[in-house]
């Protein structure tokens, strides 16, 4: 079953459906960092994500007991009918597949919850099946979570974004594989910003679980070649090396757009707000509202605090879907529309700079701990208080740009 990559941006929705988690034998094959062979490329015809090929790890899931690490975009999708899908754990459990167990990372095995809302465990309703939070009071599953299981399948789509928290939990669960012999199967999906690299480069004394390992801001690398960079470069905890075995995609290329057709978390609507995600995720470490609480998130930003003088676009932030109390609720915020910017290749300082330039009182604009965790880094504050350009700051990130490039250059499986 293909996916096809013409999505519409208007049709983008976010879907309720069912994520879960399943069992595999604990008889290891011992093969690490396995990726199934993908057929040859053809750029005209439509992307089939790994999720469809079920034919090709239906196998490693028989007569195991399955765990899944799964959400709302956990989908296979219909050959005719690209907005028509199931979802992954109705598709296993249709073929008598023993999910024994479901583990949900950041906004819940629904998508339904706020940015940074602790999620809780339960029942799924429709299945009876244990819902287990990995974003609550723990983030890694526990030794005891992990008893019963013989493989853990995971597919969650990503955006290629170090701070978006989904890479962070496959790592985690990458670990406790490791550390509890029990192989992982990655199921990859397209990367919409998979086709640049850019971006400060974390640095290891900031590291947490909105970035992990040292890596650009944007990677450039869908979750399954990201995966296999992880366990071969030892960036595991105690450079433990998990079974790993990555199922790839057919016709999908780093160049090649893929319009998401379920929103992969409450504030990401559409495609636009997806390419503009690198650069206005970084006001999530300032008190600038970025679209949260409007029906525009990531394609706006303003604050009541920006001089009005000098913008002629205006807008209120209210509690909706996905930000029950946004930045800045209730205040008339000035900025900037971004909503028809075009697809981009790079993250723009610009929207930073001009925001700090433009606010009076310079103690109101940074949370310094938060746009540390975010940037990665503390040069990137320091060179925006010092007044650097965008092309002198850009100019900085280069050295670290190049090294990871030949670093990711190693894992890439499709061109």
């Keep these: 079953m293909a996916v096809f990559s013409i999505f519409k941006n208007t049709v983008l929705l976010l879907v309720f459906t069912l994520s879960s988690c399943g069992n595999h034998g604990k008889s290891q094959n011992k093969a690490l960092n396995k990726v199934v062979v993908r057929d040859t ?5 439509p992307i089939t994500i790994a999720a469809n090929r079920i034919a090709t790890y239906l196998p490693l899931l028989e007569g195991k007991r399955v765990g899944i690490v799964a959400n709302q975009t956990s989908v296979l999708f219909k050959d005719t009918q690209p907005l028509s899908y199931t979802h992954i754990v109705d598709s296993l459990l249709a073929k008598h597949i023993n999910i024994k167990q479901v583990f949900a990372p950041e906004h819940g095995f629904r998508g339904d919850a706020d940015a940074g809302e602790k999620v809780s465990d339960g029942k799924d309703h429709k299945t009876g099946l244990p819902i287990i939070s990995l974003y609550g009071k723990n983030r890694k599953p526990s030794k005891e979570q992990l008893r019963d299981l ?4 995971f597919d969650i789509q990503d955006v290629g974004v170090r701070f978006y928290t989904y890479i962070a939990t496959m790592q985690l669960v990458m670990e406790a594989c490791a550390e509890n012999n029990i192989p992982i199967i990655v199921l990859d999906r397209p990367n919409p910003n998979g086709h640049y690299v850019d971006g400060p480069s974390m640095e290891t004394q900031h590291r947490g679980f909105l970035g ?3 890596i650009p801001l944007v990677y450039g690398m869908t979750i399954g ?24 995609m057919e016709n999908y290329n780093h160049s090649k757009d893929y319009i998401l057709p379920i929103r992969p978390s409450p504030n990401l609507p559409n ?4 390419y503009l995600y690198p650069s206005l995720g970084l006001f999530e470490g300032t008190n600038v509202n970025a679209g949260r609480g409007t029906e525009f998130q990531f394609q706006r930003y303003g604050a009541s605090f920006l001089d009005s003088t000098q913008y002629d676009f205006k807008y209120t932030p209210a509690p909706n879907f996905g930000s029950k109390d946004p930045k800045q609720k209730d205040k008339i915020c000035y900025g900037k529309d971004l909503s028809k910017t075009p697809k981009m290749n790079t993250v723009n300082l610009d929207y930073l700079l001009d925001a700090y330039k433009n606010t009076k009182d310079k103690s109101l604009f940074f949370n310094t701990s938060g746009f540390t965790k975010h940037a990665g880094t503390t040069e990137l504050q320091k060179q925006i208080e010092a007044g650097l350009s965008q092309e002198e700051i850009r100019k900085t990130w280069q050295n670290d740009i190049a090294q990871f490039k030949e670093i990711r250059a190693k894992y890439l499986i499709y061109n």
Aim: charged share 20%.
């Design 271 to 274: 495609i636009t707000s997806i």
């Design 41 to 45: 490329l053809d750029n005209d015809l």
């Design 150 to 153: 013989d493989v853990i399948l």
């Design 212 to 214: 992990m390992t040292n």
């Design 225 to 248: 070649e990201y995966a296999n960079m992880i366990n071969k470069e030892g960036w595991l905890e105690n450079k433990v090396v998990a079974d790993l075995t990555v199922i790839p």
